[in-house]
């Protein structure tokens, strides 16, 4: 399994995902270069926990579906593990996700991106 990718991943669906306005993108106007360190490590240790607990489900979705769709997932976007056409796998991995919680990205006053989990 190779964590960098899961990240990155879950990194782009996080910033392509979360609107500034309830119209525009986020990507449209950050990478993930502006995420605040506190952001970066928090997303890098939620994606190495959800794949430690889910190994043997995650090997058959891949580390860039595994990243993306856990964002989306515990975000309860309208794609995710569930729509993949895994069956009971794909509600197995949904679970997992949803039990992790939801969490948002914000611009701080600092122009960092920050995490809002809860």
């Not at 309830?22 to 605040?36: C, F, R």
């Not at 729509?83 to 914000?106: F, I």
């Amino acid at each position: 399994m190779n964590l960098e990718l899961m990240v990155k991943a879950y990194i782009a669906a996080a910033l392509w995902s979360t609107s500034l306005d309830g119209l525009e993108a986020m990507d449209n106007q950050y990478s993930a270069d502006e995420l605040s360190p506190e952001a970066k490590q928090r997303m890098s240790e939620d994606c190495e926990r959800f794949w430690q607990e889910n190994a043997a489900d995650l090997a058959v979705v891949g580390e860039v579906s595994t990243g993306h769709d856990f964002w989306l997932t515990r975000n309860r976007h309208g794609a995710g593990f569930w729509d993949r056409g895994l069956g009971e796998l794909g509600e197995r991995l949904t679970e997992a996700a949803h039990a992790v919680g939801g969490c948002d990205l914000y611009v701080g006053d600092d122009g960092k991106l920050h995490l809002q989990v809860g």
